[in-house]
């Protein structure tokens, strides 16, 4: 099980005034959203996110079995779900019904025909069409950083019925690893404000807006692709990147095949293995008051 392979600890999180206020007054956020709104608008290349990002490992779903009780009466929204990827974790555990939620009508419709038996409807964080106290859980993978805010915990916990909780999830690329490290040092030139996990920021919203408990559990695992499919697409799969300039891409992509030719290969074959780690973050609902 998940609990004998991995480490699980509690996090306890100082605030500050700067941050509190940028979070509950979310524009910020807001903005951040719509950006990522804008490139999802002219990404019809789903190739790159499809082979780029790499799938879940398959202790996630002991994790949702073991931390959130998922059986067979449970039902599930995946928000923010992109393409699927987070689904087949989801389905091998098996609950009554898997929603999906997300705001790019081009990648619902990829997840469609993947996985029909999938509700899927086009909305946001902060919108989300379902009624109130419908959903046990709430996954969010490798997304909730892009709707990080108060207004969109608030329609989260009115989805939820009252015993429910919100799941974290991001695949993490492993930068002790030194030729992932210049990986990530050439994607910090591009990032420009773009909002993602390793910030952190998300994070300061809780405990609170509802939400107690904070709970993590750490997966590591190996990707094992190609260079082409775990390196570059992996990159242009990041919507901040999917928008540069050709010309800029060019330059991107020339700095990528200098890492990708120290790699060490997979024996007698151009595979490589890509190191990442798994962050599972599980938060309870709690109660409100009533004002």
């Not at 091998?92 to 996985?115: F, G, I, N, R, T």
């Amino acid at each position: 099980m998940y609990s004998k392979l991995n480490v699980r600890y509690s996090f306890y999180w100082k605030y500050t005034q700067n941050l509190k206020e940028s979070l509950l007054f979310p524009s910020k956020n807001q903005k951040m959203l719509e950006k990522r709104q804008k490139v999802l608008k002219y990404q019809t290349d789903i190739e790159n996110y499809e082979s780029g990002k790499p799938d879940f490992p398959i202790g996630l779903t002991d994790w949702l079995v073991d931390e959130f009780g998922v059986n067979e009466e449970s039902t599930i929204l995946d928000l923010g779900a992109g393409t699927g990827k987070l689904y087949p974790r989801i389905n091998a555990a098996h609950p009554q019904k898997v929603m999906a939620v997300d705001s790019s009508e081009a990648m619902l419709k990829v997840l469609q025909k993947k996985y029909p038996a999938v509700e899927s409807h086009l909305g946001s964080a902060t919108q989300i069409p379902l009624p109130d106290e419908s959903v046990d859980l709430i996954l969010c993978g490798n997304s909730f950083h892009w709707f990080a805010n108060a207004k969109a915990l608030k329609e989260m916990h009115r989805v939820l019925k009252p015993k429910g909780a919100l799941g974290l999830v991001w695949n993490v690329r492993d930068k002790s690893v030194s030729w992932v490290n210049k990986i990530n040092e050439l994607l910090d030139k591009y990032r420009s404000g773009s909002p993602y996990f390793g910030t952190w920021e998300w994070a300061q919203l809780f405990p609170g807006h509802g939400f107690q408990k904070f709970r993590t559990c750490v997966f590591p695992f190996s990707y094992c692709t190609t260079p082409e499919n775990s390196i570059h697409r992996m990159v242009f799969s990041l919507s901040y990147m999917h928008a540069l300039p050709e010309q800029e891409k060019a330059v991107v992509r020339a700095e990528l095949d200098k890492i990708a030719e120290t790699v060490p290969r997979v024996q007698n074959t151009d595979q490589i293995k890509f190191p990442y780690h798994t962050m599972a973050f599980s938060i309870e609902k709690e109660a409100l008051e009533k004002k």
